[in-house]
């Protein structure tokens, strides 16, 4: 994705501000009034009316709400647009608090990333749009968190302007209070202060005036270099709830007052199968159920506890079809990417040397730390939903739908995920179309549906499956004339890009399909791609006989910020310096998200073939870092993630279904095969980028590279577990 | 017949049947919703809590074998307002992310703490074994080592 203009856009179209009890002040961001002509500032009650997304709330007593339209799956995201907003608004850090926005259409942020412009919005985003049952879905109605684009979008767009706003009112307020001019007046610290005449008075003083001001039509926003907010590190504020056990995940929801129950399902085996047939007597006698579901797709068990549920599941043989897929196996679906990938790609015929190789990545899941949970209570015409997604308004319309019921008649309590990774983005919400219709069969009563490992496991919307087949040429210098390649299993323009000057880099798209689902896995289609590309430019260096470093370099002359990122982390890493046999080092550059990642991987791989990743050193130009420790925070997270999956994750299939079952077939590393991690940010002038996603990318070719240079064994297949690395 | 534990200093007795894992006792009969279910086999650790101050994991525990013992949960491993110098350690060096699997670590840590109070890399490597699939895992040794050296009001 290239970096780009931003659409023009009226801030005043957005903002409204009003009172709240007590003598508040209120301002946000209306979602409704997009069309320019149409625009106006939202009234005092817009509050009361739904209309506005209220995003900054100052009560008398002096703290500062911040409403934030995004979910927190742990990137800190609610923190760093918090503190965009309070830098402008020049608040004291530590009187701001944060709330999660609840799904309602007012807080749909999907006018924001549009607002932002057409082709900065990522593919993921663009799909998210719900073509479902409430009427602002039609338009832009998506409250998601994904793709990377919360502080890239609200945060730029929404949050800044909005803490600006507001300090010109709360300062507008003051002047008038005093007599005094506005121009004379600071604010600073959540203080308006008139330096002549010595006065001052709290935000929260001052709040209930601010409402009554004119909202500005145009606030300044801050030159970044006077930043005091951003660009530190304070804590998160989601961090003391997570270490006594009290952040509430979707899987501790109880019903207040109310005795809930629980479900365990089974799910059809191979995706699109249906339930055929299931003897539930076994189950129906056991202690604690209730009842046993049958729903098309699936059986499940609703008891008194979820434990009990579970083992009377255990008892039943539902059989299921197969929905026709009972000859697909992972064998059989690269068989097909083989063959419609064909022969390797033309390169030029007075190519001094040709080099092609093939790369294959494999099927993976997310598996999030919490598995699925939806809890619901289904009444008449009405459903109460209790869950964790990274959407809670095409949830919403899920569940409505699931239950033909119009989606304002159900209401969607989110909760902290237990990690995203793009599970819980729209389109991947069965789990609460099952829970919905597990509830519906019992109701009124709420049901919990907790998924087991399993169930995640083998029912998950897949990292694609992929086979990439690559060519390329050097003249008699070495230099690269061509590098092309034809891909299976899907691709982009930004997940395919080679910033290289190479004159023909053709990647071309094969068809090959198969039954299998697929969904956005951290970092989307680059997560593949990144190793076919940063692996092959590698083999070409190797080819050309020059070390991969300079290869790279050499060919970024009019990349200046790819080339600033590489050079940054090979300096970070020693490159060049010797190490002692048997170790090496790789590097691999990616761009996802608008961000672009270096990172070098120092390997040693023992005699008997044993790899271990001592270090791994990125250099990450987002433009701009928000919270540093929490940024720093995900690039780690992101290697370990994308690491995980490069030494040892695989989803297999036989017979139409999922092979792995839990952690034990499906794999994690723990803290002892974690490597150190080194980060560096480089501050450029490009648009915000992700964060969430773009270090996975670069991680698994910088990997590979580096097992090549420790021992000269080329790894072309993930996960590394699948090639022996003893020296023969 | 019920079973007879002792849950962060308050006993209970449970009427739940002897094999069902400690975990959904704890969760679903007493409500303390801090221990997490990750994979139920054992092999995550998202359940750890402490038995007679050693950590084990809850999900395949039958609670009979927690009949006439302490166990102590992440909602009780802070004593009088004061936060275990492992929770403390974990807020300074900001290690969750989701957090879902920071309480069976936590817990995991403060077990391994009591049995060897001045861990090496080694030691950590082979008592922590838990899944983070935030990879927060660089952040935990830090904050682990720190834990270690800091004159811990609770241990
Ligand atoms: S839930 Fe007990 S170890 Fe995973
Ligand atoms: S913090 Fe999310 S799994 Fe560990």
Redesign the interface.
């Known amino acids: 994705m290239k970096s780009g203009k931003l659409k023009k856009w009226s801030r005043r179209a957005f903002i409204g501000a009003g009172t709240v009890a007590g003598g508040g002040f209120l301002l946000g961001v209306a979602g409704f009034t997009f069309a320019p002509s149409r625009y106006s500032l939202v009234s005092a009650d817009a509050a009361e009316k739904g209309q506005l997304t209220t995003w900054i709330t100052i009560t008398p007593d002096n703290f500062i709400t911040i409403l934030i339209p995004h979910c927190e799956m742990g990137q800190g995201t609610p923190t760093a647009l918090a503190m965009m907003a309070a830098e402008e608004l020049e608040a004291d850090w530590s009187l701001v608090r944060v709330q999660e926005a609840p799904a309602l259409d007012a807080y749909a942020n999907g006018y924001i990333v549009r607002a932002a412009g057409g082709n900065y919005v990522p593919a993921v985003m663009a799909r998210g749009v719900d073509y479902g049952a409430y009427k602002l879905a039609e338009w832009f109605g998506f409250q998601v968190t994904g793709g990377s684009t919360a502080v890239r979008s609200t945060g730029e767009y929404g949050m800044r302007v909005a803490g600006a706003a507001a300090k010109e009112m709360l300062v507008a307020a003051a002047a008038k209070q005093w007599g005094v001019s506005a121009s004379e007046c600071t604010a600073k610290s959540s203080r308006v202060t008139h330096a002549t005449s010595g006065r001052s008075a709290t935000f929260g003083e001052l709040a209930r005036a601010a409402a009554t001001q004119p909202v500005p039509t145009s606030p300044a926003l801050k030159n970044p270099d006077s930043f005091t907010i951003r660009r530190t590190s304070p804590t998160r504020l989601d961090i003391p709830s997570k270490v006594d056990g009290s952040a509430k995940y979707a899987i501790d929801f109880t019903t207040p007052g109310m005795s809930m129950l629980y479900a365990a399902i089974e799910m059809a085996p191979a995706h699109g199968g249906t339930l055929v047939s299931v003897d539930t007597t076994p189950a129906d006698a056991m202690p604690g159920v209730k009842k046993v579901v049958k729903l098309e797709e699936a059986v499940a068990v609703v008891a008194d506890s979820f434990w009990r549920a579970r083992r009377a599941l255990a008892s039943l043989k539902p059989e299921f079809s197969d929905a026709g897929h009972g000859d697909v196996s992972t064998a059989s679906i690269f068989a097909a990417f083989d063959k419609a990938l064909g022969a390797p790609p033309d390169v030029p015929k007075n190519a001094a040397k040709v080099v092609t190789a093939d790369y294959r990545a494999p099927f993976l899941a997310h598996a999030t730390m919490s598995p699925m949970v939806c809890t619901a209570k289904v009444e008449g015409d009405r459903a109460e939903v209790w869950t964790g997604v990274q959407d809670p308004l095409n949830a919403r319309s899920v569940a409505a739908k699931a239950l033909g019921i119009p989606a304002a008649n159900v209401h969607v309590t989110n909760f902290l995920l237990g990690g995203g990774f793009g599970r819980g983005l729209p389109f991947n919400f069965d789990y609460v179309d099952l829970g919905v219709r597990v509830a519906k069969a019992m109701s009124p009563a709420p049901v919990k549906t907790i998924w087991s490992r399993e169930n995640d496991i083998q029912h998950d919307y897949y990292r694609g499956a992929a086979l990439s087949r690559h060519a390329g040429a050097l003249d008699a210098d070495g230099r690269p004339l061509a590098a092309h390649s034809n891909y299976t299993g899907g691709g982009n323009g930004e997940a395919v890009f080679m910033p290289y000057a190479i004159a023909a880099k053709n990647a071309k798209e094969k068809k090959a399909v198969h039954p299998i689902r697929l969904g956005q896995w951290r970092s989307v289609l680059n997560s593949q791609h990144g190793f076919f590309k940063e692996s092959f430019i590698d083999e070409m260096a190797h080819a050309a006989g020059t070390d991969p470093f300079e290869f790279r370099r050499g060919l970024l002359g009019d990349q200046p910020r790819f080339k600033a990122a590489l050079e940054k982390a090979a300096a970070m890493s020693n490159w060049g310096t010797p190490l002692p046999p048997g170790e090496g080092r790789g590097i691999a550059i990616c761009e996802s998200f608008g961000t672009i990642a270096a990172e070098v991987a120092h390997v040693a791989v023992s005699p008997e073939g044993r790899l271990k990743v001592l270090h791994v050193y990125a250099a990450v130009d987002c433009g701009d870092v928000i919270n540093m420790d929490s940024a720093t925070a995900q690039v780690e997270g992101g290697i370990i993630f994308a690491l995980s999956a490069a030494l040892l994750s695989e989803i297999t299939i036989k017979a139409g279904r999922v092979v792995e079952k839990n952690f034990r077939d499906y794999p994690m590393i723990h803290i002892a095969d974690a490597p150190k991690v080194t980060t560096a940010f480089i501050r450029s002038d490009a648009p915000l980028g992700g964060l969430g996603e773009p270090c996975v990318p670069p991680l698994a070719p910088a990997v590979v590279n580096a097992i090549h240079a420790a021992v000269g064994i080329r790894v072309r297949e993930l996960p590394i577990k699948n090639t022996s690395l003893k020296k023969t | 017949m019920a079973i007879a534990i002792s849950v962060n200093g308050k006993e209970h007795a449970l009427d739940?049947?002897p094999e069902?894992?400690l975990l959904?006792a704890l969760r679903?009969?007493l409500?303390?919703?801090?221990?997490?279910?990750?994979?139920?086999?054992s092999?995550?650790g998202?359940c750890t809590v402490l038995l007679d101050g050693r950590a084990v994991r809850s999900c395949t525990l039958p609670s009979s074998a927690a009949n006439g013992k302490h166990v102590t949960?992440?909602?009780g491993?802070?004593q009088d307002g004061a936060?275990h110098k492992v929770?403390r350690a974990?807020?300074a060096h900001?290690?969750?992310?989701?957090?879902?699997?920071?309480?069976g670590v936590?817990m995991a840590v403060a077990g391994l703490l009591a049995q060897i109070p001045k861990p090496t890399d080694d030691e950590?490597?082979?008592g922590?074994?838990?899944?983070?699939?935030?990879?927060?895992?660089?952040?935990?040794?830090t904050a682990i080592h720190d834990a270690a050296d800091s004159v811990g009001v609770a241990s």
């Open positions: 739940v049947e069902m894992p959904w679903e009969t409500g303390l919703t801090g221990t997490k279910f990750g994979c139920g086999i092999a995550c998202a949960t992440i909602e491993l802070a936060l929770q974990w807020i900001q290690v969750p992310q989701c957090g879902y699997c920071q309480s936590i950590i490597d082979a922590i074994t838990n899944i983070c699939r935030c990879g927060t895992f660089a952040r935990m040794r």
